[in-house]
Every structure is written in structure tokens, then in C-alpha cells.
């Protein structure tokens, strides 16, 4: 039997989803896309999973790109199918209702940073080399690359990263605003893992919330978009949770959300 191409495992309300192709540097085929696809619908429907943590098998990659053997041969349309398969994915992880957290141990290259991109928070290994260096195969950034980084860090970043194709350390990857944090390679699981249980601790309706205002606000103009927060903000009104919270500050206790 082959090795599946995706392992997940649950840490309490934590789930560690794996990218499983360390031979191949965990490139992203397209039976890899689908089994990430799925994976982050299952884990948004299971009211257990409260964050997901995404990461790369092996020492040396968090991703190292899109497949390039599977792409070496495929037609115009099936080229555009196969950047509509990612990005369908990549949407998907971006507007989920629970954080994601991207831990970056080792390359994040091409599609591998825009799937690095599309987590709502990075953490990455010093080791880590993050780029997109598509131009370099005569190719152009398909998952989003070209419109994330330059949501996330800017034109000059967007423009230095995708035309020259040369990966960043992770040092830079920082300074640019690529990545949340950095950390020796030797204490990555530990720190993400901290994050992770941290975030799981929180309440889920109100991080749910943040990540629509910032998804929806991203988007539209300031009007729009503080209109959008205030009626987010509205809703939280209707949660146990806004309730929990509010008593345990002026309780002085801690709060325990219960995502209702
Ligand atoms: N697609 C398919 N296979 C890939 C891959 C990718 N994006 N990246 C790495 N691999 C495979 C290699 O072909 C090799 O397979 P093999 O052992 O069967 O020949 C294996 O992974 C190990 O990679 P290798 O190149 O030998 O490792 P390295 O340490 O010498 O170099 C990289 C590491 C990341 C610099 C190099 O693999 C690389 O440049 N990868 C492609 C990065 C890229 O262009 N990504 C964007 C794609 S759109």
C-alpha cells in the first residue's frame, strides 16, 4: 500500500494536518490538492477541531512547489484547471471559520508559499527559504502567489519575489511580512504547538468573526468594510461566549468558551 499523501492527527481541539510526500518535498499533485481539500472541509464542519496547524513531512520541506512532473505535459485548459484546483483549495483554508496556522519547516517554494499564504497565520523554522520561483520553469505563480503576497507584503516585495524567482530566508521572509514568526528550526513544533493551544483556548465565534472581518474587509472599501465589523461586533451579543467572557473579566476567573 502507498503512503497516503496527507496524515492527520488531533492534539485536543488541535488538528495537525501533514503534507506527506517528503521523497518529492511534499509537491502539491493534484491528488495532494484534493486530499487537502477535503481534509480542511472536514475539519471545518467537526465541532472538536477548533484550530488546524498545516505542515510539511521531513527535515527539508514545508512544500516545494506545485508537482512539476505532473505539470511538464498538461495542456493550456489543463493548466488553468490545475490553478483553479489549487486556488479552489486555497480559498477554502483562507475563509474557514477557524484559524490556520502554517508551520514552515523547511522550503516553502511556489505553490508551497501560496499555500503557506492562504493560513491565516506563519510560523517559520530559521532554517525555512520561502519564494516564488515559478519564472525560473517559464511559468507564472497559479494558486494566488501573485495576489496574496501582494495583500500580504506589498508591490515591492510582490514584484522582487515573483520576477526574480530568488527565495528569501526566513529573516527576511519577517521583515517582509510574509511570516508571523521565527524560530529555531529545533523549537518550531513547540512554539506552533503553544500557538495552536492557545487560539484553541479562545472563543471560537469570536475568532470566527475576526477572520471575516479581516477576509471581507480586505476586499471592500472603509465604509463597507467597518459597517461589516459592526454588525459582526452586534452578533457576538447573541454568543454564550460574549456572556463567559464578560462575567470572568469582572470575576476575575478564567473564561471557558464553549463556542455557543
Ligand atoms: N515538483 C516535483 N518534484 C519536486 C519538486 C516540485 N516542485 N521539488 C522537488 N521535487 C523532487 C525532486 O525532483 C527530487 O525528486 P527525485 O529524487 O525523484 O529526483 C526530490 O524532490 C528532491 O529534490 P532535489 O531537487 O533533489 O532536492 P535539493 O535539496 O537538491 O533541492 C530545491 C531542493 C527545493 C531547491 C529543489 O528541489 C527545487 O528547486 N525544487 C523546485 C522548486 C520550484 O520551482 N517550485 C515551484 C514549482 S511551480
Redesign the pocket.
Same mark, same amino acid.
Given at each position: 500500500m502507498t503512503d497516503p499523501v496527507l496524515l492527520s492527527s488531533d492534539h485536543g481541539a488541535v488538528r495537525v494536518l501533514t503534507v506527506n =510526500?517528503p %521523497?518529492? /518535498?511534499? +509537491? /502539491?499533485?493534484a491528488a495532494t490538492l484534493d486530499a487537502l481539500h477535503a481534509a480542511f472541509r472536514e475539519a471545518a464542519g467537526d465541532p472538536a477541531v477548533r484550530v488546524v496547524v498545516l505542515t510539511g513531512a521531513g527535515p527539508? +520541506?514545508f512544500?516545494? *512547489? +506545485? %508537482?512539476? +512532473?505532473?505539470?511538464n505535459t498538461l495542456a493550456p485548459v489543463q493548466g488553468r484547471d490545475f490553478a483553479l484546483r489549487g486556488q479552489r483549495m486555497m480559498r477554502f483554508v483562507e475563509t474557514m471559520p477557524k484559524p490556520v496556522v502554517a508551520m514552515v519547516n523547511g522550503?516553502a517554494? *511556489?505553490?508551497?508559499l501560496e499555500l503557506a499564504m492562504c493560513c491565516h497565520l506563519r510560523i517559520a523554522a530559521d532554517t525555512a =527559504?520561502l519564494?516564488? @520561483?515559478?519564472v525560473? /520553469?517559464g /511559468?507564472i @505563480? *497559479?494558486f494566488g502567489g501573485s495576489q496574496r503576497l501582494l495583500r500580504l507584503a506589498g508591490r515591492a516585495a510582490t514584484l522582487e519575489l515573483c520576477l526574480t *524567482?530568488a @527565495?528569501v530566508d526566513a529573516g527576511r521572509a519577517l521583515q517582509l511580512g510574509i511570516v508571523n514568526r521565527v524560530v529555531p528550526a529545533a523549537e518550531l513544533e513547540e512554539a506552533t504547538m503553544a500557538l495552536a493551544q492557545q487560539l484553541a483556548k479562545s472563543a471560537p465565534l469570536a475568532l470566527r468573526g475576526v477572520l471575516d472581518c479581516v477576509n471581507h474587509g480586505g476586499e471592500c472599501g472603509i465604509e463597507e468594510g467597518l459597517a461589516y465589523e459592526a454588525t459582526q461586533f452586534g452578533l457576538m451579543f447573541s454568543t454564550e461566549d460574549m456572556r463567559e467572557g464578560t462575567s470572568a473579566f469582572l470575576e476575575r476567573r478564567k473564561p471557558d468558551f464553549q463556542g455557543r
Open positions: =510526500r %521523497d518529492k /518535498l511534499n +509537491a /502539491l499533485n527539508k +520541506a512544500v516545494a *512547489g +506545485a %508537482d512539476i +512532473a505532473e505539470m522550503f517554494l *511556489g505553490g508551497g =527559504r519564494g516564488q @520561483p515559478e525560473n /520553469l /511559468l @505563480p *497559479g *524567482g @527565495p
